[in-house]
Structure formats: structure tokens, C-alpha cells
């Protein structure tokens, strides 16, 4: 079974920045892929980026350059940095973890002044 627990959400000032964590557990191999996904209301939900077991990333175009994910293999947990937050950022983060399409229940981020 696999557990995956997101947390560092909140609500922030446009500009600002928060971090995401997801921390994993149970049959968790870290050489797999893990994704952090993003869906505000009324629209589908999106990838916003990617890092897979050797470190090699990959972020959605509305997040480059603001966003970084990484990840500490030893601690199972996948974090997501974000900077220069906007109010187009807010919605619910989710981590999933690619191997078994396993899903975190989501951290709400929400940009406004």
C-alpha cells in the first residue's frame, strides 16, 4: 500500500512563495517518477511538473522559471518550491506517483492579495 501525505499549502500574497511537501510511504520505489498536478476550480486538472528516480525534471510552461521540483529519495519525499506566485496559482495541488497512479487528497494554494 502507498500513502501519500502533501502539506505546505496556505494562502500567500501575490509575489510570494510557498513549499509543497509530499511525503511517501509504503511500497515506494524511488526510482519511479513523481509528478505534482494542479486543478483550479471548474478547469481539468494539469501537470505542473515532474522529476523522475535520477533527478531529470520537467515543469509545464506556466511554472518554468518560478517552480522547482526535487526530491529526497531518502526520506521518500517530493517537494515543490514556488516563487513569484500568482493569482493563476491557486487551486489544489496534488503529488502522484506515476508507478502505481497513486494519488496524494491535495493541498489547497490560494494567491491573493
Known amino acids: 500500500q502507498v500513502q501519500l501525505v502533501e502539506s505546505g499549502g496556505g494562502l500567500v500574497q501575490p509575489g510570494g512563495s510557498l513549499r509543497l511537501s509530499c511525503a511517501a510511504s509504503g511500497s515506494i520505489f524511488t526510482i519511479y517518477t513523481m509528478e505534482w498536478y494542479r486543478q483550479a476550480p471548474g478547469k481539468q486538472r494539469e501537470l505542473v511538473a515532474a522529476i523522475s528516480g535520477n533527478g531529470r525534471t520537467k515543469y509545464a510552461d506556466s511554472v518554468k522559471g518560478r517552480f522547482t521540483i526535487s526530491r529526497d529519495n531518502a526520506k521518500t519525499t517530493v517537494y515543490l518550491q514556488m516563487n513569484s506566485l500568482k493569482s493563476e496559482d491557486t487551486a489544489v495541488y496534488y503529488c502522484?506517483?506515476?508507478?502505481?497512479?497513486?494519488w496524494g487528497q491535495g493541498t489547497q494554494v490560494t494567491v491573493s492579495s
Open positions: 502522484h506517483y506515476v508507478h502505481l497512479d497513486h
